[in-house]
T-cell receptor
């Protein structure tokens, strides 16, 4: 059974740029959730995708967007990067929207 | 909106000491409760979870947690910690009602175990 994988592991961008982060869900899982973890904080929910549809969104602006593909992998896109977007971005997958979520290793984004 | 409070930011214990990490949540409905652990350099891993049934839940590596509904609490315990338990511990909640798909996390408790 393959766990949740994310790419890239680290990324450095400058303010105003756009970034795409990728996530492959655990084998057999059809739901992907994205979280932002700032330094010293717990993860904060960005949004969830269930069967290729956005299934809920946290308190993040529209410049945070996503996609889920037919194989249930997912992308997180962030436009017009701001310094405060610097964080660890976590992807979690689950079998179903309300089932236990299993996390990937994260992508650490630094915005300069 | 639901929220989770973890009482201790940093806990330092000697090996073989007992551990209890506090977690309180605010939500009036039915909840699912989780403890996740993040070892240094590793990703978040599920320690244990409570959905329903016996409020005393046993997880991996000798950890357990007790759900006390009247106190809105889900404290994590381990009778004897080891150096390898050094990690950051996160309590999280999701509700069982409609639109309850998101995990709400506490800020985490860093545990340092001294050999």
């Amino acid at each position: 059974e393959t766990g949740v994988t994310q790419s890239p592991t680290h990324l450095i961008k400058t303010r105003g740029q756009q970034v795409t982060l990728r996530c492959s869900s655990q084998s057999g899982h059809n739901t992907v959730s994205w979280y932002q973890q700032a330094l010293g904080q717990g993860p904060q929910f960005i949004f969830q995708y269930y069967r290729e549809e956005e299934n809920g969104r946290g308190n993040f602006p529209p410049r945070f967007s996503g996609l889920q593909f037919p194989n249930y992998s997912s992308e997180l896109n962030v436009n017009a990067l701001e310094l405060d977007d610097s964080a660890l971005y976590l992807c979690a997958s689950s079998w179903g929207e309300r089932e236990t979520q299993y996390f990937g290793p994260g992508t650490r984004l630094l915005v300069l | 909106a639901q929220s989770v409070s973890q009482h201790n930011h940093h806990v330092i214990l000697s090996e073989a000491a007992s551990l209890e990490l506090g977690c309180n949540y605010s939500y009036g409905g039915t909840v699912n409760l989780f403890w996740y652990v993040q070892y240094p350099g590793q990703h978040l891993q599920l320690l244990l979870k409570y959905f329903s049934g016996d409020p005393l839940v046993k997880g991996i590596k000798g950890f357990e947690a007790e759900f006390i509904k009247s106190k809105f609490s889900f404290n994590l315990r381990k009778p004897s910690v080891q150096w390898s338990d050094t990690a950051e511990y996160f309590c999280a909640v999701t509700s069982s009602g409609a639109g309850s798909y998101q995990l709400t996390f506490g800020k985490g408790t860093k545990l340092s175990v001294i050999p």
